[in-house]
């Protein structure tokens, strides 16, 4: 779909049709939703699959059989893409079409979905068991049970301010730290990153191979045949990322910024007060109002943790800010002007 540019998984869901005998027209990447919409009336497709990695793909998808809605068509559609979701096909792309939207956890799926599809006896009755699954997906939404803020303030922590003495940070005020995309790079969390990305955690293990093509090999061929193809997505995710890096690095490298902040400070009514030198500066905390099965358990908010103001002591508070530059928003904003979401 458009804006993502990632086509492993796509290319081995059309190996996977073409060799159980479907015939398979591929649009590429970055397809807008007016393309899918035309080809798929023009060649009269017997379904439609829509492949997408990154988040961003998600809310493409959605605008996709939005506009296949208000071009009447009823053509199945098939999701596949590593951050979709039975849950997000049922809860957002699914009530935008009238036809039926599918999700496929894997490549392997996809035959077996298309056959059901493409079968007369077992067609209607395969939509009917898809729709009402997504059906009991959006039901097992339930509301969130919220408790009233004035209930949950009779139940926030109490905390014997009379024993503690908050020890004076040695340097107060704010300061900066020079840092570099070169600086950052070792401390990367690439965890972190495949799980923002929906890949999996546990695909970070790509990071450890240090530009060895036999070990990425080797590892790749470690998976599972049902897995290897979120894991080549993986392994060409940190590739592109690590490409970007390598830019950034020689054209921006002293782009991203750090500052922190050591300062006196005091709370109210789940506000915490900063006093600096020329102003007070007033920070808004929220508290816990989700309900909790325990009977009498506290419901915090981070103001609790910093001493009263009518107190008379002094207590302290610590803020860092990090970002990384205008320089980098400049590059986003020329990347998202050439249609280049991802």
């Not at 009823?74 to 979701?85: D, E, K, L, N, Q």
């Amino acid at each position: 779909v458009k804006g993502d540019v990632h086509d492993i998984g796509k290319n081995i869901v059309a190996v996977i049709l073409a060799c159980n005998n479907f015939e398979v027209i591929d649009l590429g990447v970055m397809v807008p939703a007016e393309k899918i919409v035309e080809r798929a009336i023009a060649e009269q497709a017997d379904f439609i699959g829509l492949s997408g990695l990154i988040t961003p793909s998600l809310e493409e998808m959605c605008h996709v059989v939005s506009e296949m809605e208000k071009a009447g068509l009823r053509t199945p559609v098939i999701i596949g893409g590593a951050t979709t979701s039975k849950l997000h096909t049922a809860v957002k792309i699914a009530p935008c079409y009238s036809g039926a939207v599918i999700h496929a956890g894997d490549a392997s799926q996809n035959p077996l979905i298309a056959a059901q599809l493409l079968n007369p006896q077992t067609r209607e009755e395969f939509i009917r068991s898809i729709r009402t699954e997504q059906e009991a997906l959006r039901n097992s939404l339930k509301p969130v049970d919220l408790v009233t803020l004035s209930e949950v303030e009779r139940y926030a922590p109490y905390i014997d301010w009379d024993t503690y003495t908050a020890p004076r940070p040695r340097q107060m005020g704010l300061h900066t730290v020079p840092v570099t995309v070169g600086d950052i790079r070792p401390f990367i969390n690439w965890r972190v990153f495949f799980s923002v990305w929906k890949i999996g955690a546990g695909y970070a293990s790509i990071a450890d191979m240090q530009g060895c093509d036999h070990c990425k090999a080797v590892w790749l061929a470690s998976f599972p045949s049902a897995e290897r193809a979120k894991a080549a997505e993986a392994m060409q995710l940190y590739k592109e990322a690590n490409h970007l890096l390598d830019t950034l690095e020689a054209e921006n490298n002293t782009s991203p910024q750090a500052c922190y902040l050591l300062a006196e400070a005091a709370s109210y009514d789940n506000i915490i007060r900063l006093r600096l030198p020329d102003s007070d500066f007033d920070i808004p905390c929220l508290r816990q109002q989700v309900r909790k099965s325990e009977a009498n358990a506290r419901y915090y908010s981070l103001s609790d943790f910093i001493r009263p103001a009518n107190d008379g002591k002094p207590d302290y508070a610590g803020l860092f800010a990090v970002t990384a530059g205008n320089e980098i928003q400049r590059r986003i904003e020329l990347l998202r002007r050439d249609g280049d979401d991802y």
